[in-house]
């Protein structure tokens, strides 16, 4: 989903994972206080982000699985992400006035009055590169980045895990090696022990054994 290039001036730019990296296990202190910083100033006007808003939810709607992306703050985290990553910042805010040149040439006035199938007119322009006007590279450009950022925000929440199916490192359960791979190998567990195997029930029980090196419970 985090596609291609994104800036019209500079395509190379590296999708920075929000919040992450730093020492392991963590941030470290001075990783914490210039977040700290960023979260507290913004970026973004509040027209500017009236037009994310609706985009965002173009790009990912709610559905019987899944919340919207504005109901996630991916819009909060795109704010973010602007003055982390400050070369995001004449691109994201020269595609949002490209908007509302769009909209005014289109239907006589801005952007944020449209109805929804005006919006979705000016989206369909530059939302797929393969079918787009050569006259709007720069706007599908704008949009790829538009796209990269709303998916990078979406699936770094809990909900867009879960929605993915993204388990991360869970503790398992072991109950001995598994039968095909003892069949493989002509071997078998031995039955004495088939009733003591580790059941997720047991976890916390610490198993005994007597001085000859027999199984005691």
Not at 76 to 87: A, C, G, I, T
Request: with cysteine; aromatic share 10%.
């Amino acid at each position: 989903m985090l596609m291609t290039g994104c800036d019209p001036e500079d395509s190379s730019i590296a999708h920075e994972p929000v919040l992450t990296g730093g020492t392991p296990g963590g941030r470290t202190e001075e990783e914490k206080i210039r977040d700290a910083k960023l979260l507290a100033d913004q970026f973004f006007t509040n027209d500017e982000r009236k037009k994310l808003d609706t985009l965002i939810d173009i790009i990912m709607p709610a559905d019987n699985e899944s919340p919207a992306a504005t109901e996630l703050k991916v819009t909060d985290f795109m704010d973010f992400m602007m003055l982390d990553q400050p070369n995001y910042q004449t691109p994201m805010r020269g595609g949002l006035m490209w908007l509302d040149f769009e909209a005014d040439e289109k239907f006589g006035k801005p952007f944020n009055e449209l109805s929804k199938d005006q919006v979705l007119e000016i989206v369909e322009l530059v939302a797929w590169p393969d079918k787009a006007d050569p006259a709007y590279e720069g706007g599908v450009k704008w949009f790829n980045l538009l796209r990269n950022l709303t998916c990078t925000g979406y699936f770094t929440t809990e909900a867009g895990w879960k929605y993915m199916g993204y388990k991360g490192n869970q503790p398992n359960v072991w109950d001995g090696v598994p039968e095909e791979v003892l069949n493989k190998h002509g071997l078998s567990n031995p039955e004495k022990y088939s009733t003591l195997y580790l059941k997720p029930e047991d976890r916390a029980k610490v198993a005994q054994w007597d001085d000859e090196g027999n199984l005691i419970g």
